[in-house]
């Protein structure tokens, strides 16, 4: 069916999210005016979403670099060494706009786009995690939009057989309009096989397989690229649909080929479907391509050139053979069922050619498309530092006991149970750490080592200061993995801030971006991968910024890895890492005196690196009986999680003078960690750790069935545990 | 012990199972593609967890109209041990080569934890290395695990002692409050009329190994190459 020459006015190339300046610089590129297949492929490569045009400037700035990075940032996915032939492929990616529009299918998505980035490199993907930021408990669509997500990725990962191991969910009135949904995924390849996607060779096929396309998600790239507003229920047709088990097909299909010597390039299609991947492909090899679009699988009748180019229908790769190798190729897809076609070659043009029904509906330079996007140094304002919060003027509660209970029983620290339960953490038989521990961990399968993993970052510390809150977001998640015995050894993102055209939210990605690129350097925890999600606002009111990171660490044994849990009665509870009792934008303040004050607590990168080295070894060594960061809601809490995973009590004693109780066990200092040891090593401990420099302190010990702390009465582990356990399972309605 | 794990599209616990069967027999088993139409000789018959044809229809109704199936059931028939595990106990259900049907969770969610189970028959070619009544723990990982059948059928299957393994707390009590699914008279597992073909919804090859926190998985594998050895 060909396409009716169509008018570009000003309202079409609104609606296509152009500015006026961009179709100026189109028309300039292409030497001409643009058919509206040609306007089509440009919203959707220019559109932030794909283009990064308000956030490539900065993230430049992000270490990329280290020994054990074997592909940065620009490929499908980040690739770091793991040692004796063998890396880990990962990537985290945001599918925030989708997911609040239409939660199940928005959050299956996002695994399933995600999953294909990684095993499009020929890594099978090993692990998932997820990280989710959900509004307030009392805001009326947070239930429904908990209930679809969290079933959304269980019923697609779990139909993968792959298992989903850890994350992180938080509940903010600042989310209540724009929910957060991070999807990572991590995969294993031997490093003689990674697959790219720079198409090389000209006048060799290209190829789809896997699903039919349909016209589902249709500028799904550009509503990623925009703010909602009342009409945004309408956008539903945006929402890609997902299909598990053709991915799963898929999957299966893709590394089967790859065993073989056929593919010269591959890649998903994800945001922006066929679009973007052939120009992308065609692009990095420098080579032209041309596409027949009359060669399309399609499940709809009549589809147009610009529907088939724009449609974001799942479940799809497209392919570079080697001439010659079309027939094997066929034949492994055949076997599993799905759909292969040849639908175009690669030319020397340097110029994407798209035609369909013997019209040609698209002809544009290459380069135009791929970089020519203007990149915006948009103007930003830095936020003004709040005042730090001394612990003398933070009110001690009547009992730190009822603190405690009242802080456990929260959202913000109750049991994420409810979730994890639904997702199958322990398929492939790998999983050595389950979700609930300070990272999951999946043994690297028929080795000795682990990969630990993890997803971080404070959002309220990163409102309050987003710099400090970004350095801590890098710190905290090396530090979960440091504290699994883990070398940390590289990081993915999701940025995730409101409307760049608004300085003060453009001056917080500035500022982040900062913060996380100290830490990464100070910690040689180099950014591999990564995504930048922006107009996460509603209405003018923007999210808190969420800039989340995904590490992985390698454990090089698993014999000597540390979990959370407490192990022996007898045992001596030992901190590691100084406290001053920060008590701004503590969890303490907010949920016992409703509170969000003061600047968040600082992160000294040098003793983070210091301490944590010193606790691994510890681990490495096989001294310590148990291993927990501190984190949100301070150290009883630290203490409490750990009682509760092991079933073992503690008598916790008398705070030292010089700071308030309340200051030292609900402080969120940063860089520390709580240590259970064997007494006789714990003797031996101590003068090491003052040798090197690290702060350290006895804290108590393992004993008994309650938590004890001096002055009060027992709090019986069995009751903590209950009010632990009970919010979620009772916010969702039955458990 | 020769080994045959059939891989439908969707399998996903096929290579879990080969790992535990390989860990228990010395050698790997033969992996086999459902649209074969021939199965080597085999002493033992796997039918793997997973979502065989994305549980389309129903769990396990598609997968038990492949080409390799009507081999499956014949050889059960003749007495070859099979042994269907999650999607393969589903199998086996819309096979016809066990009674009953596996339901939607009694919570209508997925899911994945650990539950204890007590082993009801002793004497069967899994479980010798068993002790009557012990309380074991498996993981379980599916949405639709809850095992119905009609009274009569349940009162047979009762009355003929073909109950292989039911969810239970700790201490071995068979509870309500144990049963994670809503199956039936807390069921977990049944035996056909021979005990050679066993369907159960637990995962006893994800408990084999003990870098994954036990082993009581690997007691069903050992049990296995004894009886079939023997």
Redesign the interface.
Not at chain 1, 158 to 161: E, H, Q, V
């Given at each position: 069916m060909t396409q009716a020459k169509r008018a570009m006015t000003p309202e079409l190339v609104a609606e296509h999210g152009l500015s006026a300046e961009e179709y100026r610089l189109l028309e300039e590129v292409l030497g001409r005016e643009p058919s509206l297949t040609e306007l089509g492929i440009f919203s959707v490569m220019w559109s932030e979403h794909c283009s990064y045009k308000s956030s490539r400037v900065w993230l430049r700035k992000l270490p990329t670099e280290g020994p054990q990075v074997i592909e940065g940032p620009g490929e499908n996915a980040g690739v770091v060494d793991l040692g004796d032939g063998q890396a880990a492929v990962f990537k985290m990616e945001s599918h925030n706009h989708p997911s609040y529009i239409e939660p199940y299918q928005g959050a299956a998505t996002g695994v399933g786009g995600i999953m294909r980035d990684v095993f499009t490199m020929g890594a099978r993907p090993v692990a998932n995690m997820n990280a989710l930021r959900f509004g307030a408990a009392d805001h009326a669509k947070t239930r429904h939009l908990v209930a679809g997500v969290v079933?959304g990725i269980?019923?697609y990962g779990?139909?993968?057989?792959v298992p989903t191991i850890g994350g992180e969910t938080n509940f903010d009135p600042r989310y209540n309009d724009n929910i957060l949904v991070n999807a990572m995924c991590v995969g294993l390849v031997d490093v003689s096989r990674i697959f790219k996607s720079a198409a090389k060779g000209v006048g060799f096929p290209v190829v789809y397989v896997g699903s039919k396309t349909g016209r589902d998600g249709i500028h799904g790239a550009t509503m990623a690229s925009a703010e909602f507003d009342e009409a945004s229920a309408e956008k539903r047709p945006t929402v890609q649909v997902g299909?598990?088990?053709?991915e799963?097909?898929l999957l299966e299909a893709c590394l089967e080929l790859m065993q073989e010597d056929a593919i010269v390039a591959i890649q998903d299609m994800g945001a922006a479907g066929l679009t973007s991947s052939s120009v992308e492909m065609a692009d990095k090899g420098g080579v032209g391509i041309v596409l027949d679009l009359d060669h399309i699988p399609t499940r709809e009748e009549g589809m147009t050139a610009y529907e088939m180019m724009l449609s974001e229908s799942q479940e799809r790769m497209l392919m570079v053979l080697k001439p010659g190798a079309e027939a094997a190729a066929r034949r492994v897809f055949k076997?599993?069922?799905l759909d292969f076609a040849i639908v175009g070659r690669t030319t020397d043009t340097g110029r994407l050619v798209v035609r369909h029904g013997s019209a040609i509906q698209a002809d544009i330079p290459l380069s135009a498309l791929a970089h020519a996007a203007p990149q915006y140094t948009r103007p930003w304002t830095p936020k003004r530092a709040l005042a730090p919060i001394a612990p003398e003027d933070v009110p001690a509660p009547n009992s730190l006991t009822a603190a405690l209970e009242a802080m456990m029983g929260s959202p913000h620290l109750c049991s994420r149970a409810w979730i994890?339960?639904?997702?199958?953490?322990?398929?492939?038989?790998?999983?050595?750490q389950r979700p609930g521990g300070d990272a999951g961990v999946v043994?690297v399968h028929g080795t000795q080592k682990g990969l630990a993993m993890s997803c971080d970052v404070t959002p309220r510390y990163c409102a309050a200061d987003a710099r400090e809150g970004a350095k801590q977001a890098v710190a905290e998640c090396w530090r979960n993995l440091t504290a699994t015995g883990a070398d940390p050894l590289a990081i993915t993102d999701c940025l995730n801030f409101g409307n760049p055209e608004r300085p003060e939210v453009m001056g917080e990605f500035v500022e982040a971006i900062e913060g996380m690129a100290e830490a990464c350097r100070a910690l040689s925890f180099p950014v591999v991968s990564g995504n930048v999600s922006l107009y996460n606002e509603t209405n003018g009111v923007a999210i808190p910024p969420t800039p989340a990171v995904g590490g992985i660490g390698l454990i090089p044994d698993?014999d000597r890895m540390a979990r959370i849990g407490l192990k022996s009665d007898g045992d001596v509870l030992i901190l590691f890492g100084a406290e001053a009792g920060h008590l701004g934008q503590s969890l303490y303040l907010q949920i016992l005196l409703n509170r969000a004050e003061g600047a968040p607590p600082p992160v000294d990168l040098d003793a983070e690196r210091r301490v944590g080295d010193f606790v691994r070894g510890l681990i490495r060594g096989g001294r310590v009986s148990a291993v927990h960061d501190v984190s949100d809601g301070g150290l009883l809490v630290t203490v409490a999680e750990m009682a509760f995973a092991g079933g073992l009590g503690v008598e916790l004693d008398a705070t030292p003078e010089g700071l308030p109780a309340h200051a030292i066990w609900f402080g969120e200092d940063q860089g520390r960690y709580v240590v259970a040891a064997p007494w006789h090593e714990a003797a031996k401990i101590l003068p090491e750790a003052v040798e090197a420099g690290v702060a350290v302190r006895i804290i108590g010990k393992v004993a008994g069935d309650a938590l004890k702390l001096p002055g009060e009465a027992p709090l019986s582990l069995a009751a903590l545990r209950a009010i632990h356990e009970r919010w979620l399972p009772k916010f969702m309605g039955?458990? | 012990m020769k080994a045959s794990v059939i891989v439908f599209p969707g399998s996903n616990c096929d290579r879990d199972a080969a790992v535990a069967l390989e860990a228990a027999t010395g050698t790997p088993p033969a992996m086999v593609w459902h649209g074969d139409a021939e199965l080597p000789n085999s002493d033992l018959i796997v039918l793997p967890g997973g979502f065989s044809y994305g549980d389309y229809l129903r769990s396990g109704a598609m997968a038990a109209h492949s080409p390799v199936m009507r081999e499956v059931v014949k050889r059960a028939r003749a007495g070859t041990p099979v042994l269907g595990i999650c999607n393969g106990f589903q199998v086996l259900t819309e096979a016809g080569l066990l009674p009953g049907v596996l339901m939607r969770n009694a919570t209508l969610k997925f899911i994945c934890k650990d539950v204890h189970l007590r082993v009801e028959r002793e004497d069967t070619l899994y479980t010798r290395r068993y002790a009557k009544s012990e309380v074991v723990t498996f993981p379980i990982a599916h949405k639709d695990g809850s095992y119905f059948a009609d009274a009569e059928t349940l009162k047979r299957l009762e009355g003929e002692a073909r109950i292989a393994f039911r969810y239970c707390d700790r201490r071995g009590q068979v509870t309500p409050e144990a049963n994670p699914n809503g199956s039936r008279n807390n069921i977990a597992g049944i035996y056909n009329e021979t005990g050679t073909v066993l369907g159960l919804m637990p995962h006893p090859e994800r408990l084999a190994d003990p870098a994954l926190g036990g082993t009581d998985g690997t007691k069903m594998f050992k049990s296995l190459v004894e009886s079939i050895a023997a």
């Open positions: 079933s269980g019923d779990n139909c993968m057989g299909d598990p088990f053709t799963k097909l076997k599993w069922e994890w339960q639904q997702y199958d953490h322990m398929v492939m038989a790998d999983t050595v043994r698993i039955g458990s | -």
